[in-house]
C-alpha cells in the first residue's frame, strides 16, 4: 500500500511539473535538468519549482534608516521598566494595556488566527478570582507565566480589571493575599 501512495504521489508531482513547464520556457534547475545529473525529481536538488524572484510592486517602499531618536529611551519606558525585576506600573488597566490587549485586543475580545486568544467578555471563568489568578502566574497553553514579571498587587490589580470590565459586572475584590496563596507564600 505504501508502494502505490508512493507511486501516485511521485506521478502527481511529476506532472505538476510538466503542466509548469508547459507554460514556462526551460530553465535550469527543472525536472530534465534533475534527470541530467541523474538526480531523483522529488529532491530539493530537482527545483521542481520554478524559482522566480519575488513579485514586487512598482510602488516598493524602502525601508528608512534608523535614526538616533529610535534608540532613545522615552518617558514611558522608564515609567515601565522603573524596576528592575517587575513592570513598575500597577493600575490594572495599564497592566492590560501594557502586556495583555496585543493578544487579546483592546476590547477583551480575544482574537483567532495564528492562535485562539479567548475573549474575556461574559467569561465564566472570571467568577472565581483563583482561575485568572492561575492563569496570570503560571500561564496557560500559549500564554506565557507572568509570576516573575508582576507582583501579587500587579496581578490583583488586573484580575479585578478584568472582573470589572468588557461587559463583565464582577466584583472587583481580588487582594494581593490572594494572590499571595496561589503562589503558596501564605
Known amino acids: 500500500m ?62 528608512e534608516p534608523y535614526s538616533a531618536d529610535d534608540f532613545t529611551v522615552t518617558d514611558e519606558w522608564e515609567k ?17 494595556n501594557t502586556m495583555c490587549q496585543a493578544c487579546h485586543m483592546p476590547d477583551g475580545q480575544g482574537a483567532h488566527g495564528a492562535g485562539d486568544y479567548p475573549s474575556f467578555v461574559g467569561d465564566e471563568r472570571l467568577r472565581t478570582r483563583y482561575y485568572p489568578i492561575d492563569v496570570v502566574l503560571n500561564g496557560f497553553r500559549g500564554m506565557p507565566a507572568f509570576d516573575d514579571m508582576l507582583s501579587n498587587k500587579q496581578i490583583a490589580d488586573v484580575v479585578n480589571y478584568l472582573r470589572t470590565s ?20 501564605q
Do not use: C
Request: proline share 6%; aromatic share 6%; charged share 20%.
Open 80 to 96: 515601565l521598566f522603573a524596576e528592575k525585576k517587575h513592570f513598575s506600573t500597577t493600575s490594572g488597566e495599564e497592566l492590560y
Open 2 to 63: 505504501k508502494s502505490i501512495t508512493f507511486t501516485l504521489l511521485l506521478l502527481a508531482s511529476l506532472g505538476m511539473a510538466a503542466i509548469v513547464q508547459a507554460d514556462d520556457p526551460p530553465m535550469s534547475g527543472s525536472v530534465e535538468d534533475a534527470g541530467e545529473r541523474r538526480t531523483p525529481p522529488w529532491t530539493n536538488d530537482s527545483a521542481n519549482i520554478r524559482l522566480q524572484p519575488p513579485r514586487a510592486s512598482s510602488e516598493t517602499r524602502q525601508n
Open 166 to 185: 468588557f461587559g463583565n459586572q464582577l466584583q472587583a475584590d481580588t487582594t494581593a493575599n490572594d494572590v499571595a496563596r496561589v503562589r503558596h507564600q
